[in-house]
């Protein structure tokens, strides 16, 4: 192996000291044994090279695996951006081994500006002919397969622009303190102003970072940063923007209610720039330089949404579509043919020419507040609104102690450990819905759902293997790789593993209900635990099985097999449902919150343990440990299509 520092590969950069292999859309966080995998590949470009060699050095000492190899080179793709059939860096060879393609040799001086001279005249001739059939044929379709985080500080970033004359980007973050405003600029990202107020949209005035900030009047200041980073207001309107301003030159156009504004700033004042008289406002707007248009997107009143399109010279307005439905954002593509817009969790194409629309294959289910084609590269730049849910593991004596949080921008859920620590979750923060594992701090993705799977429990079968479900189907994983996949008749959920009869407690799902069930891990049966409804199926150590009919009720089944009312909770909703080996805990759903409660199965008695009305218990440990999940809201997250 060489010393690790970066080094460049196409427009890739590898830093194998931090195993980060930074792209254009950002950066991968690869495990050590896959980034040495990586710099292998990379110091013999050009070679091919053997998995049982790959394998003897990466994994001295070892016995040969090759699922280890091909789970590298996996991971290695996917941080390259591409498929295995396609594959233009990393190239498998049957039965012979792995090659990362060898980067082009670069020319000398002269020769490359001699190269140049000759091309740039072919690629002016080429272009012009393209653009003429281009504008006869209208744009190729666009196709988009990956999600990626768009910014390093991803929780509740918002309300992003981009400088359309550099590969920069500003969003905001809410602070304890306030509103920060952070600038993007490649991989790089810097906070690079701060303010009490409240920052609420942010856009580019003459290459310069600016921003709009409620004041104390309920109206918006307008500033733009100069060169040493100090805010200089620009103007002020006695109102709320519900829109983000849009510059041209010196002009800066702003919506309110149903009216476009523009401000002059070598005049220095406000005037109307067009007006929609019939409409109820003006939800977003875009304005095209080149064009000298603006597209304007208006609120009709009964879900009604129409698209105008404004000459800006000559004033001229011509509505371009309309539809019904939650419509929340458009913006230009740069050849003026179309424009995106944003419809729940769709994304819309729109021919300006021909008004058809075109809907775009999507890898996500979130609702998209904004997006906007990237103005340097062929991807979209997403902002979605989700529900995110920390997870916490925490004490809950009289002096409450937290020992681990997971707090990734998106829903964490059903956190369960082994025995080893290991705790394995499922999360939604990278767009999709996958499999984590948490490990002294570090996270390792164990399993990514396609889109339209959906994940239904999951637990630990040992230090290292787990299963999970997909509705009818479930997988097992030894740590390394699927080993089975096992098709069932009835959709079922995965609650816990009993190690001791190699059994699952599911629910099953029949006709629109559950039914609580065990699963036979030897044979696959799976035996409903009785005929009634009931939810929250768990188990102790001594083989008593426990669920909740009626929303109120907890019945214990005991290992006779005969089924007893444990405890009834009037005038509430029994959550959730676990134990610890020996006593019960179930989360307690009131009027006004939620609550803990402790239950000694064998009396009966049970008493509260926590009463933080703004936790929900999320799972229990032994030791006295319990996860909850907390500071559950709905935020925002910044991501990138492509």
């Known amino acids: 192996m060489h010393d690790s520092q970066q080094y460049s590969y196409h427009t890739f950069q590898f830093d194998f000291s931090r195993c980060e292999v930074v792209t254009t859309s950002g950066i991968s966080e690869l495990e050590p044994k896959v980034m040495a995998v990586l710099e292998l590949l990379y110091h013999n470009q050009g070679k091919v090279i053997s ?28 941080a390259l951006n591409e498929q295995a059939a396609t594959a233009n860096y990393l190239i498998t060879y049957p039965k012979k081994g792995y090659c990362l393609k060898e980067e082009a040799a670069k020319f000398s001086g002269n020769r490359i500006k001699l190269f140049l001279l000759a091309i740039s005249v072919l690629v002016f001739f080429v272009v012009g002919v ?8 209208h744009l190729a379709p666009m196709h988009f397969t990956s999600l990626s985080p768009l910014t390093h500080k991803q929780q509740n970033a918002f309300a992003f622009s981009q400088n359309r004359n550099a590969n920069e980007m500003l969003f905001v973050k809410e602070g304890d303190l306030g509103s920060a405003l952070w600038l993007k600029n490649g991989v790089n990202e810097r906070e690079i102003f701060n303010t009490p107020q409240k920052i609420t949209h942010t856009f580019w005035f003459k290459g310069q970072p600016a921003f709009t900030a409620r004041n104390n009047h309920q109206g918006t200041d307008v500033f733009v940063l100069n060169h040493l980073g100090q805010a200089n207001q620009l103007f002020s309107v006695e109102h709320l923007m519900n829109v983000a301003p849009k510059s041209v030159g010196q002009r800066i156009y702003i919506a309110h209610l149903n009216q476009i504004t523009v401000f002059d700033e070598k005049a220095a004042k406000l005037h109307t720039f067009s007006a929609f008289e019939n409409a109820k406002g003006v939800i977003s707007f875009s304005v095209s330089q080149d064009l000298e248009k603006v597209a304007v997107l208006t609120d009709e009143g009964q879900m009604r949404k129409a698209v105008s399109i404004i000459n800006i010279e000559t004033k001229n307005k011509e509505r371009i579509f309309q539809d019904v439905g939650n419509y929340t954002s458009l913006d230009w593509h740069a050849s003026g043919l179309q424009l995106l817009l944003a419809k729940n969790t769709q994304l819309i194409l729109l021919d300006v020419e021909r008004g058809k629309t075109e809907v775009l294959p999507y890898a996500t289910n979130k609702t998209i507040t904004q997006a906007q084609f990237d103005k340097h590269s062929d991807a979209i730049l997403i902002e979605h609104t989700h529900l995110n849910a920390v ?14 949080k997971i707090d990734l921008a998106g829903a964490n859920l059903m956190p369960i450990a082994n025995s080893s620590g290991d705790i394995l979750f499922s999360s939604d923060f990278s767009g999709e819905q996958a499999l984590y594992r948490s490990r002294n701090n570090e996270l390792t993705v164990l399993a990514e759902l396609n889109k339209g799977q959906h994940l239904n429990g999951f637990t630990w ?39 001791q009869q190699n059994t699952l407690l599911v629910h099953q799902l029949i006709n629109g209900k559950t039914y609580p069930s065990t699963l036979s891990l030897d044979s696959f049966e799976v035996t409903q635990l009785g005929n009634e409804q009931a939810s929250c199926v768990t188990g102790d150590d001594n083989g008593n099985i426990y669920f909740v009919e009626n929303n109120d009720t907890i019945k214990q089944r005991n290992i006779k097999g005969q089924v007893n009312t444990l405890l009834t909770i009037p005038d509430n909703t029994v959550d959730d449902l676990f134990s610890d080996g020996e006593d019960l805990f179930a989360s307690i759903k009131k009027a006004e919150g939620y609550m803990v409660i402790r239950i000694n199965p064998r009396t009966a008695e049970f008493e509260t343990i926590s009463a933080d009305e703004s936790a929900i218990l ?8 319990f996860w909850f999940y907390q500071d559950i809201a709905v935020k925002s997250t910044l991501m990138r299509l492509y």
């Open 461 to 499: 079968l040992s230090d290292n293997a787990f299963i999970y479900s997909l509705g009818k189907q479930l997988v097992i994983n030894d740590g390394n790789s699927v080993k089975q996949i096992h098709s069932l008749s009835h959709s079922v959920f995965i609650r816990q593993f009993l190690p």
């Open 51 to 78: 998995s049982e060699d790959i394998f003897n050095q990466v994994w001295p000492g070892r016995v040969f695996n090759a699922s280890l190899i091909q789970r590298a080179i996996a991971l290695i793709r996917k």
């Open 618 to 625: 999320a799972g229990v440990e032994k030791q006295g440990k």
């Open 391 to 404: 997870l916490a593991l925490k004490s809950v004596n009289e002096n409450p102690t937290t020992f681990k």
């Open 130 to 137: 393209v653009a003429h059939v281009y504008k006869k044929q």
